[in-house]
């Protein structure tokens, strides 16, 4: 595998159920980043980790709950949704976000969610 | 906090035309302004980025512009081909964050 990946490519679900999604890099980055892609709105920063430590939660509901266990995996639990929260997640890597520049950041292919 | 705003939201142009999409962002702390491309089905891919320091960068066909002065950058893609059809978006750094505009889908016609 190269990139970043993530798991499940597509995921439908009720609004009472439990589930994750998960994103690996393999290319040896520091920070990693979940996203929210709605149609007609710009892509939604949602979390970011550096070296494991979330340094950055904009104003997410609780019910996306993510996980870092380390500087190559990435979840997002989800529990309780709405149907708003249909979209696609994506989950980007960049190599050392707090160093000299701004690194660029790499992207999987997203997750299409959809809560019926 | 930091706005980016991006137009046109679509493009249509012919083959081996110009396109130009055009950014402008709010936090004239922001030092790094990356282009996506994303096509169907596929999540983002940098094509192309500047930094604060410099005005233009060219590769190829693609070239990006920076007026920090009046906040503002470009993207030019010069004789499109219609594998250029897809979804661009623009993005102005926040600290270890980017923040992106809403988008240009372009197609181009043969």
């Known amino acids: 595998e190269t990139g970043v990946t993530q798991t499940p490519r597509h995921l439908v679900m009720g609004m009472t159920n439990k589930k994750s999604l998960k994103c690996e890099q393999h290319l040896g980055h520091n920070a990693m980043y979940w996203y929210k892609q709605s149609a007609k709105k710009p892509l939604e920063l949602m979390f970011v980790?550096?070296?494991?430590?979330?340094?950055e939660n904009n104003s997410v509901p609780s019910r996306f709950s993510p996980e870092c266990p380390n500087s190559s995996h990435l979840f997002l639990h989800l529990h309780t949704l709405q149907p708003e929260d249909s979209a696609l997640y994506l989950c980007a890597s960049s190599q050392d976000p707090g160093g000299a520049g701004y690194n660029e950041q790499f992207f999987g292919p997203g997750t299409r969610l959809t809560v019926l | 906090g930091e706005n980016v705003e991006q137009h046109p939201s679509t493009l249509s142009v012919q083959e081996g035309d110009s396109a130009v999409i055009k950014c402008t962002y709010s936090?004239?702390?922001?030092?790094?302004f990356p282009w996506y491309k994303q096509e169907l089905g596929k999540g983002p891919q940098l094509i192309i980025d500047i930094r604060s320091n410099v005005g233009e960068k060219k590769d190829q066909r693609i070239a990006v512009t920076l007026n920090k002065t009046a906040k503002h950058f470009s993207l030019h893609i010069t004789e499109t081909q219609p594998e250029d059809s897809a979804v661009y978006f623009c993005?102005?750094?926040?600290?270890?964050?980017?923040?992106f505009g809403k988008g240009t889908t372009l197609s181009v016609s043969s």
């Open positions: 980790y550096n070296f494991k430590e979330q340094t």
């Open positions: 993005a102005a750094s926040r600290g270890t964050a980017l923040i």
């Open positions: 936090d004239s702390a922001s030092n790094y």
